[in-house]
């Protein structure tokens, strides 16, 4: 086969060759995560935020969240709480009440038919206290009962983790939110800036699903360390390792990111 300049070359060599970022790739030592962590705090400080203590609360946000900001999201939800008094009265609303109430959030059909869903399952699935009268374990006794997720709090994480995601919609982020937010319990959510900034600094296996990455965000991060974590990684992405131009000039971590170069 003839080159463009006359020159024979094999079809495997005409190709360009493209470096496969993930190459090489070997989970952070323990003292690298420390590093990391130490810088980001110097840069960002120390997030202080107590557990808040409500796991619905928490689930209907991360809901709302999706495709807008973050104020959008808290208009939305402000809304929703001052026209419903309860959960209960969310799930048993007409869904285009619901759909009225957190409009300003976008995607509101979708979401107002993702939270009744989840808020559904959760009384389908809660193990405390049947409605008066009802056969105890009947689905009419389930449909009214009282929402409620504290049992989470003091379940096998694992286990938590499961249920959590076996909710309509609940993926690892957000049962990650739940879990960390709600109880301050160890996990840690990975978003699009934690994962890109993960990555970049290599904490995070380039490429890697984002199943993968949760196990192994929570398998790099030092027990009651998550919430600092996940908060200064996301503000380093916001603010400074954007995702199509990071400012690596006058980045912090660029001494010590192994993709500095790539953006020069
Ligand atoms: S050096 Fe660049 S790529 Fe690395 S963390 Fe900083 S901004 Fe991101």
Redo the contacts with the bound molecule.
């Keep these: 086969m003839a080159g463009r300049y006359g020159d024979a070359v094999s079809p495997t060599a005409a190709r360009p060759r493209r470096r496969d970022p993930a190459a090489g790739w070997t989970p952070p030592s323990r003292a690298r995560v420390l590093r990391v962590r130490e810088r980001l705090r110097e840069v960002y400080g120390i997030p202080l935020m107590r557990p808040h203590g409500d796991p619905i609360a928490e689930l209907i946000l991360t809901v709302l969240s999706q495709s807008t900001n973050d104020r959008n999201r808290d208009v939305a939800y402000l809304r929703l709480r001052e026209r419903f008094a309860t959960w209960e009265a969310v799930r048993d609303a007409p869904v285009t009440e619901v759909e009225e109430a957190i409009r300003p959030g976008g995607i509101s059909k979708v979401k107002s038919a993702r939270i009744q869903a989840i808020l559904g399952a959760i009384s389908a699935s809660s193990p405390e206290g049947d409605r008066p009268g009802a056969p105890a374990g009947s689905a009419a006794s389930r449909a009214d009962r009282e929402l409620s997720l504290s049992w989470l709090r003091d379940a096998p994480l694992e286990h938590a983790r499961d249920y959590l995601v076996s909710l309509p919609g609940v993926g690892r982020k957000t049962a990650a939110c739940v879990l960390l937010f709600a109880y301050g319990l160890h996990d840690v959510p990975v978003d699009t800036h934690v994962s890109r ?1 993960g990555m ?2 290599r904490l995070l296996r380039p490429g890697a699903p984002f199943e993968e990455l949760h196990d192994q965000m929570l398998a790099l991060t030092p027990p009651a360390q998550g919430l600092e974590l996940h908060v200064n990684l996301l503000r ?1 992405g916001r603010r ?2 954007h995702a199509r131009s ?3 000039g006058e ?1 912090a ?2 001494r010590m ?1 192994p ?2 170069d ?2 020069a």
Excluded: E, G, I, Q
């Design positions: 900034v970049r600094l380093h400074t390792c990071p400012a690596c980045c971590l660029a990111c993709s500095r790539n953006f």
